[in-house]
């Protein structure tokens, strides 16, 4: 969480990345006719995102590559038609950056923080789009309610402490896809006793956009048994 988040009449410290080259052919290779919306997504992240402290100032200069994009090349992987429930949405990542690129797909934000859900909650209004619904919640309070095709969680919690959090949200054959850093296999191995509690499949380390972007996204992706 940035130091700098209570200033409201802060402005970014740092220029916001340029949308041009590789990042460019993979933004419009991700959002297509949705491409405008995905950079006025950007602009609030690197405005009232930073103002309002959901995210840090340092982040400005990658947010394509670390964040949008970075989130975006998930997109491509969900199921035509499907329902997601994105965990810890925060600054709506993944959930807004996937809900631009796969305007097919239903998503639910769910966020127990009353500052990010009306930060959340003002810039789906803004962008205008109808796939995207905002829960205040914390996972585990919604577990009766939500039955998504696939959860996404990014920087919530370790993986051991994440299955408990996320299967239950789960449909019976859908997929849990987890952004994690290059720990993805330690995490996995730390985490034997909720893979088994959950009665997940071993999950598998994907990495995505290798082809798009300077540094691939890895996910962390199970099905139950
Ligand atoms: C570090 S932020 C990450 C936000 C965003 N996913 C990202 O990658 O930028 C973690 C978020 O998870 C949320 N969170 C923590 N515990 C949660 C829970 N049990 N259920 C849902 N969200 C939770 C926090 O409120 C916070 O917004």
């Given at each position: ?25 993979a ?11 995905a ?5 609030h992240?690197?405005t ?49 950056a ?19 859900v ?49 299967v ?15 720990s ?32 691939p ?9």
């Open positions: 969480m940035s130091s700098h988040g209570d200033g409201a009449q802060e402005s970014p410290a740092e220029a916001p990345e340029p949308l041009e080259g590789e990042l460019l052919r933004a419009e290779r991700l959002f297509d006719q949705r491409l405008p919306l950079r006025t997504y950007a602009e992240l690197c009232t995102g930073i103002t309002h402290g959901l995210l840090g100032p340092r982040e400005v200069p990658r947010i394509w590559s670390r964040h949008v994009l970075n989130c975006a090349v998930l997109g491509p992987e969900l199921p035509s038609g499907g329902t997601v429930a994105d965990v810890g949405s925060g600054a709506g990542l993944p959930g807004i996937l809900a631009l690129s796969r305007p097919d797909v239903d998503f639910m934000l769910i966020e127990p923080m009353e500052r990010r009306d930060w959340l909650d003002a810039v789906v209004k803004d962008l205008g789009v109808d796939n995207v619904q905002v829960i205040r919640a914390r996972a585990e309070e919604v577990s009766d309610e939500v039955m998504a095709d696939v959860v996404t969680a990014r920087a919530v919690s370790s993986l051991k402490k994440l299955i408990p959090l996320t239950p949200l789960l449909d019976d054959d859908g997929e849990l896809m987890l952004l994690k850093g290059r993805a296999a330690e995490e996995i191995a730390a985490a034997g006793k909720a893979i088994k509690k959950a009665r997940l499949q071993t999950p598998r380390v994907q990495l995505l956009g290798e082809d798009m972007l300077p540094e996204t890895t996910v962390v992706r199970a099905r139950r048994r």
